[in-house]
């Protein structure tokens, strides 16, 4: 099963049984399906945006946003799996330089390593648990962690010195998570995020 099999088959798993926004995944398969498919035509994606979109479009500048995002993000995908991407402990991607998505916490020994992922090409490379990727916070009674009943597996990782926060999907808690779906199938962990005054790192393909 290649990456886009696992990422439409995990979405479409999460649209039946997430409890909340199943709408959004239902999208998100529209446009995995889109991505996976070269080449890609922005006519087309303009017309699938229009039959499959579960909200009323937006101003032509985000839409024109969006557009160039689900195009720029598979072509961007492409070039770093065919590449040699050398980890690394910076902040941002070490192969396109964008800011991460969301973190990953993948099994090792007893615990857990923290990877960031790369909004843009999907790279994930190896990052401190204890650090603000923003604003370089290490004091842990500053970078508390936030946890919700319906996503046990999916957390808020904030910091209380910057205000910002991105989310981490726990492998060790659910290992049949795919980082990049499940970050946005967590759409309520944002909006609590925002109530309570934290910004996002950097927005998912979908803005949120």
């Not at 998100?28 to 009323?56: G, H, M, T, V, W």
């Not at 072509?75 to 969301?102: I, T």
């Not at 919700?148 to 998570?177: M, Q, W």
Request: proline share 7%; net charge negative.
């Amino acid at each position: 099963m290649n990456r886009w099999q696992r990422r439409i088959e995990r979405a479409e798993e999460l649209a039946r049984v997430s409890p909340v926004y199943p709408e959004v995944m239902n999208f998100y398969i529209q446009i995995a399906r889109f991505q996976s498919a070269p080449p890609r035509n922005l006519e087309a994606l303009k017309d699938l945006i229009r039959r499959s979109a579960p909200r009323p479009q937006e101003s032509a500048d985000a839409m024109h946003a969006f557009y160039a995002r689900v195009l720029a993000q598979a072509e961007a995908e492409e070039r770093a799996h065919a590449a040699e991407v050398k980890s690394g402990v910076q902040p941002l991607c070490p192969f396109c330089g964008e800011k991460p998505v969301a973190a990953v916490l993948r099994p090792e020994g007893e615990g857990g390593k923290r990877y960031l992922l790369c909004s843009l090409c999907f790279t994930e490379w190896e990052f401190r648990r204890l650090l603000c990727p923003n604003c370089g916070e290490e004091d842990k009674d500053k970078l508390p962690v936030y946890t919700a009943e319906e996503f046990p597996h999916v957390r808020v990782e904030a910091c209380d010195s910057c205000r910002v926060y991105l989310k981490a999907v726990d492998l060790t808690k659910n290992g049949l998570a795919v980082p990049e779906v499940d970050e946005l199938a967590s759409v309520a962990l944002d909006l609590w995020a925002a109530e309570h005054g934290y910004t996002k790192l950097q927005t998912n393909l979908f803005g949120l």
